[in-house]
């Protein structure tokens, strides 16, 4: 999302942002699946007191810092560990809403944060969506309302596996998994809303004995309906999102930047800092930008035409159906885009079905980057 500095945690609108000319894209720490883990009755933080699951009170353990450390946070929100009433390895996200009595200087966290909360709830349990415990909002002792809400704790987000994708390539069958997570989650758990803030800081990966398992997580920008769209993370904006900041279709928010994921998932190729190579997408910046940055960006958008994208994908997917599907993704004209719905379709029917049979097809990308 947009923020103002990495240190100011408040959130910033398109046209605020546009019109002080002061985006900074926002990006989360690095990995932290080296950390330890939260341990059942060690350290003492904060005790909730939350609703669980069936209907019954339940308590729940913050755990002091010697945990923290090493969870990342985004713009909104400070994620740190918690231990659910048998043990279990949580974590609670904890939001500064306004104070009380203030209710309009930071009403878009308020508004996030109530999104996120309804959003969990509707979504609960499902497929694909990071598991939900309950929430707590509270006035601390400074007279802050601080909202918390639980999860489960992942191994570490995306964006820190797609970091060390290059040293450390997906094989061809977790490809295929999390790609089909992904459009599985967005199509069928989303069913038509749309995420809002798709990105891979806020795709979570947990490891299990039945493989990788794709959580999205940060629903504050979920989104039922067409209309003004001015949220997000430039890097993932859809163009007309971009240049109206308008939404008009919303099946198709999130598809794009799902395109993008996937791109880096097949090519195993991710590069987020442009420091090694240059980016796949022109348009990708994580520095601080200015007004003419903005233009810069804006432009490169423009020049990624669909035969640019083709080119692209020719050169870097080696797989033909893979390429019709990011293609399908990627289009920038919203009305030729697909849908999530037909994406996931496409990838059930001519990708993901080559499973059957061991007839695996070797992508370039994936020969290459074992060679
Ligand atoms: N359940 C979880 N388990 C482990 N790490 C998590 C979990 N939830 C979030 N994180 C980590 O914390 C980061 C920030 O979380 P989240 O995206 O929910 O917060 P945010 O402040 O709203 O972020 P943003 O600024 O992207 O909107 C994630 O990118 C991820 O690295
Ligand atoms: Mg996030």
Redesign the pocket.
């Known amino acids: 999302?947009f923020?103002s500095s990495s240190s100011d945690?408040s959130s910033y609108t398109w046209s605020q942002a546009a019109r002080e000319g002061s985006l900074f894209v926002?990006n989360?720490?690095l990995s932290?699946d080296s950390s330890p883990s939260p341990q059942a009755g060690k350290g003492h933080g904060h005790t909730y007191h939350i609703q669980g699951l069936d209907g019954r009170n339940i308590v729940v353990q913050g755990v002091k810092k010697r945990f923290n450390e090493a969870?990342?946070?985004?713009?909104?929100?400070?994620?740190k560990s918690a231990v659910g009433p048998n043990g279990e390895d949580?974590?609670r996200?904890i939001?500064w809403l306004n104070p009380p009595g203030d209710p309009l200087k930071n009403s878009g966290r308020v508004e996030?944060s109530e999104t996120?909360v309804k959003v969990h709830e509707k979504l609960r349990g499902k497929q694909g969506i990071?598991p939900y415990h309950g929430h707590e909002k509270y006035v601390n002792k400074a007279g802050k309302l601080k909202e918390v809400i639980f999860?489960?704790?992942?191994?570490?987000?995306l964006?820190?596996r797609l970091e060390k994708i290059e040293r450390d390539p997906l094989d061809q069958k977790t490809q295929l998994s999390l790609a089909n997570q992904l459009l599985e989650t967005l199509a069928v758990s989303l069913r038509g809303a749309a995420h809002g803030?798709l990105?891979p800081?806020?795709i979570?990966l947990k490891s299990s004995k039945d493989g990788l398992k794709l959580?999205l997580?940060?629903f504050?920008?979920y989104c039922e309906s067409e209309g003004p769209w001015v949220k997000g993370?430039l890097n993932y904006l859809t163009p007309e999102v971009f240049f109206t900041g308008k939404c008009l279709n919303v099946r198709k928010l999130d598809v794009r930047a799902a395109g993008m994921i996937l791109f880096y998932i097949f090519t195993n190729s991710f590069d987020a800092s442009g420091k090694t190579s240059p980016y796949a997408f022109p348009w990708m910046s994580e520095k601080p930008i200015d007004r003419a940055a903005i233009e810069r960006m804006g432009q490169a958008m423009r020049n990624f035409t669909p035969e640019k994208i083709r080119a692209l994908l020719e050169e870097k997917v080696g797989d033909f159906q893979v390429q019709q599907l990011l293609f399908g993704m990627l289009q920038p004209d919203c009305k030729t885009r697909w849908t999530i719905d037909e994406a996931y379709a496409y990838f059930r029917m001519h990708v993901l079905s080559k499973l059957d049979g061991q007839t695996l097809v070797q992508t370039r990308a994936r020969t290459r980057s074992l060679s």
Not at 71 to 79: A, M, Q, T
């Open positions: 999302m923020s945690h926002a989360s720490p932290f969870l990342p946070h985004g713009s909104f929100g400070v994620i949580w974590v996200k939001s996030a996120a990071v999860l489960d704790r992942a191994d570490c987000d964006k820190s803030d990105k800081e806020n979570l959580w997580c940060d504050d920008f993370t």
